[in-house]
T-cell receptor, first 114, second 114 residues
Framework: AQTVTQSQPEMSVQEAETVTLSCTYD???????LFWYKQPPSRQMILVIR??????QNATENRFSVNFQKAAKSFSLKISDSQLGDAAMYFC???????????FGQGTELSVKP | KAGVTQTPRYLIKTRGQQVTLSCSPI?????VSWYQQTPGQGLQFLFE???????NKGNFPGRFSGRQFSNSRSEMNVSTLELGDSALYLC?????????????FGPGTRLTVL
């Protein structure tokens, strides 16, 4: 069975600084996708960034980038120039190429200090 | 395009009652997945429907059931409610076949069982 692990329950960053959230996963499948979702206090899940396992190039979306290490089964999220609005719970998630079922990590609560 | 909508947003029930939650996917999306979010267990997959058929099922008791209609709207039902069913229930829709299998989430239904 596939599993996703986020080992940092809480993280804190100073405004304008950079922070990295960690995620590891376990799977025997070769074709899959990884995501980072953000859940602010409103509880609305927002997709931050996606990575296709078959792509070696790390995904980037503005201030958000990932470090995808397929052999190590690691998928970390880097947030640059952190803003107060980045404060939220962040979930790492896995889905195989069949789709339909996301497997989530336990989440990392990020606080941003002004 | 309108996003995923869920009704009702909040619900209070007592033990032993049953409840039905509704989810309307993004127009054109035929896959609807349901998740339960609790502080203790995190985000857990309930089931997924595609073209009115249950395609994936999580590890939940038979009290949890769902269905999907021909317009892709989905409902989930929980019978004989227990205190532990208090949770945020999220639904997500996706366009299967699109390589990245992204899921777009609704705002959730907060269920409180007294």
């Amino acid at each position: 069975a596939q599993t996703v692990t986020q080992s940092q329950p809480e993280m804190s960053v100073q405004e304008a600084e950079t922070v990295t959230l960690s995620c590891t996963y376990d799977t025997s499948e070769s074709d899959y996708y990884l995501f980072w979702y953000k859940q602010p206090p409103s509880r609305q899940m927002i997709l931050v960034i996606r990575q296709e396992a078959y792509k070696q190039q790390n995904a980037t979306e503005n201030r958000f980038s990932v470090n995808f290490q397929k052999a190590a089964k690691s998928f970390s999220l880097k947030i640059s120039d952190s803003q107060l609005g980045d404060a939220a719970m962040y979930f790492c998630a896995y889905i195989n190429n069949q789709g339909g079922k996301l497997i989530f990590g336990q989440g990392t609560e990020l606080s941003v200090k002004p | 395009k309108a996003g995923v909508t869920q009704t009702p947003r909040y619900l209070i029930k007592t033990r032993g009652q049953q409840v039905t939650l509704s989810c309307s996917p993004i127009s054109g999306h035929r896959s609807v997945s349901w998740y339960q979010q609790t502080p203790g267990q995190g985000l857990q997959f309930l089931f997924e429907y595609f073209s009115e058929t249950q395609r994936n099922k999580g590890n939940f008791p038979g009290r949890f059931s769902g269905r999907q209609f021909s317009n892709s709207r989905s409902e989930m039902n929980v019978s004989t409610l227990e205190l532990g069913d208090s949770a945020l229930y999220l639904c997500a829709s996706s366009l299967l076949g699109i390589p990245r299998n992204e899921q777009f989430f609704g705002p959730g239904t907060r269920l409180t069982v007294l």
